[in-house]
């Protein structure tokens, strides 16, 4: 049975976001936000896996490029190339093909645990919070980035384990996002593609370290239009939950949350934002970050991953040729 977080009274909701500094969520004014699943379904990328052969392979010590500067090549890779690690910030160390946790997706009998226990510089615990990519393998598949026009969105499920099972520390512990990219004029009227990264993260606040005496999670979004990450819905149970991500035409970026294992409905919309005041024009990943608190001995929470599937409403003739597996 999933555990369900003690309710908290609206003067409790306010007073912890200002204690957190963060604001309760805000849309901007969307046009149509579309639902994440709406569209075809481009098979090329995202996974199942259900592969019997389905494997990672790490190459270890990971890439630290973010903290340090450093790019340790190759990359760990999936054997199915769909997935890898990322340069910024290395690979999850545990990337595990397992049964699929009760109340999952009918017809699922595995998914994918995520868990890391040294998410920062190699060897050199930083003793603050790190995080590790893990990384959806879409432009090299698809060969192409897909325009914002095309109103690309995906939608995975996560397990949640029971909460005496998160790592006890306050603040994120794992996040659904994606890349994405903007045009921005630089000097001399010379114009450049910008990338940046919404997404949604969960977050763990343990009795120990809040007045209450109890724990609490809670969904943050990255971001608003000053690209200030802000406070989202409460998490009211843990075991599978569904996300989603939606990018429309006019460069919006919508983000859904819903327990369970269901389609996402409108219903589920969080918020609609252009994060730093960006308007998507392309759509490069999806990709998850594990946290930790990088002590060297404490391991991260197991997140356990599902079904990530990528679509298009509107793809192009290149695209369509991705709808086949």
């Known amino acids: ?37 709406t569209g075809q379904h481009l098979v090329k990328v995202g996974d199942n896996f259900e592969e019997e052969s389905w494997t990672f392979k790490h190459r270890f ?9 450093r790019k340790r090549t190759p990359g760990g890779k999936s054997s199915n190339g769909r997935w890898f690690e990322g340069m910024k910030r290395g690979q999850p160390d545990v990337i595990q093909r397992v049964a699929t946790p009760t109340g999952g997706l009918d017809g699922s009998e595995h998914a994918l645990l995520l868990r890391s226990l040294r998410t920062g510089i190699p060897n050199a615990p930083s003793y603050r919070l790190q995080q590790d990519d893990f990384i959806c393998n ?76 109890y724990d609490t999670a809670f969904l943050t979004i990255r971001g ?6 802000f406070r989202g819905p409460k998490i009211e149970q843990t075991g599978w939950w569904t996300f989603g991500m939606s990018f429309t035409p006019d460069g919006m970026v919508h983000y859904y949350a819903s327990p369970g294992v269901d389609d996402l409905t409108e219903d589920d919309l969080i918020t609609s934002q252009y994060p730093y005041g960006y308007r998507c024009e392309r759509f490069r990943s999806l990709f998850f970050n594990v946290c930790n608190g990088d002590d060297g001995r404490t391991w991260s929470t ?13 793809p192009d003739a290149h695209l369509r040729q991705a709808m086949k597996r």
């Open 302 to 314: 197991s997140w356990i991953i599902d079904d990530a599937k990528l679509y298009v409403l509107r």
């Open 1 to 37: 049975m999933p555990y369900t977080f003690p309710k908290l009274s609206s003067s409790s909701i306010i007073h912890t976001s200002i204690l957190l500094g963060t604001v309760i969520f805000v849309n901007a004014v969307a046009a149509d936000p579309v639902i994440p699943g």
């Open 61 to 69: 010590p990971k890439s630290s490029e973010e903290i340090d500067g």
């Open 224 to 229: 608003n239009q000053r690209g200030i990450t």
């Open 138 to 213: 879409v432009i090299s598949r698809l060969g192409k980035k897909i325009p914002a026009s095309q109103t690309p969105n995906f939608v995975v499920r996560v397990f949640m384990p029971p909460v005496d099972e998160w790592e006890n520390r306050r603040g994120p512990t794992f996040a659904i996002r994606a890349a994405c990219e903007t045009s921005m004029r630089g000097a001399f009227s010379s114009r450049h593609n910008e990338p940046y990264w919404p997404g949604m993260f969960i977050n763990f606040e343990p009795k120990e370290t809040s007045k209450r005496d």
